[in-house]
């Protein structure tokens, strides 16, 4: 299948089935693969930025995001002037990052292991919010330590264009519409591609209303015991 066949593919098809989709070498599109537990989602999505609240992290350059971000898990992601890196207390709060909750890891691991990669072991949980009009550019995610595994990410809300591209900025990247429960992995040859999603139409999601959350499972540290060294910064 031809580049311009699959992006056709990959914009015109409906969120209606669970289909494993390939976007390309390393990673796939499984569509609504989350929808069965979207509302247990969004219940713990509360709880938890109820702890941490979310917020509009700074960039090195000084400049805020347009995405309200919060984290679960051991580690959380942050930015500041001081760069991109990973942290086990909120700075925020000053508080550890609230617990990932049981069945958000099993969802991680499942999706994963549909997607070829088995025995995922996600320490981090980054909790973003889109509203109408926010978007993130192109980017890679390599903050993390241990780059082996993959990364899960899981869409819930109103639909937006995600774009996945390769290795290099340049890259022409595929436009993907993701839609409520659908669940992109990508990792082995693909998991320093660069990815970001297009400023989000406006729009009313029966169960969201006027919002996307995503939900981006990854592995940040190198090992499982505690009191390790944040990640530096790529």
């Not at 693969?33 to 941490?52: K, R």
């Not at 086990?88 to 000053?94: A, E, F, S, V």
């Not at 990247?173 to 429960?181: A, I, K, N, T, V």
Request: net charge positive; hydrophobic share 40%.
């Amino acid at each position: 299948m031809g580049r311009s066949m699959t992006r056709d593919l990959f914009e015109t098809t409906p969120a209606t089935d669970t289909r494993c989709l390939p976007i390309t070498q390393g990673a796939v599109l499984l569509r609504v693969f989350a929808c069965s537990q979207a509302q247990a989602l969004m219940t713990g999505v509360d709880q938890i930025t109820a702890q941490a609240p979310l917020r509009h992290l700074q960039t090195p350059g000084g400049r805020a995001m347009s995405v309200a971000m919060s984290n679960c898990g051991s580690w959380g992601w942050t930015s500041d002037r001081h760069g991109y890196r990973y942290v086990q207390q909120d700075p925020l709060t000053g508080n550890p990052w609230p617990a990932m909750p049981p069945a958000w890891l099993a969802l991680a691991e499942q999706a994963a292991a549909a997607a070829g990669y088995p025995g995922f072991e996600p320490d981090a949980c980054l909790i973003n919010q889109y509203l109408p009009g926010t978007q993130m550019g192109l980017h890679q995610d390599r903050d993390e330590k241990d780059v082996a595994q993959p990364i899960v990410s899981v869409s819930l809300g109103l639909p937006v264009v995600f774009l996945f591209g390769g290795a290099k900025r340049s890259a022409r990247p595929q436009r993907l519409r993701l839609e409520h429960g659908d669940v992109v992995v990508w990792g082995g040859p693909a998991r320093l591609a660069f990815h970001g999603v297009m400023p989000l139409a406006e729009g009313e999601h029966p169960v969201l209303g006027r919002r996307r959350i995503n939900l981006t499972f990854r592995r940040a540290s190198s090992h499982p015991l505690p009191g390790t060294s944040p990640a530096v910064p790529g």
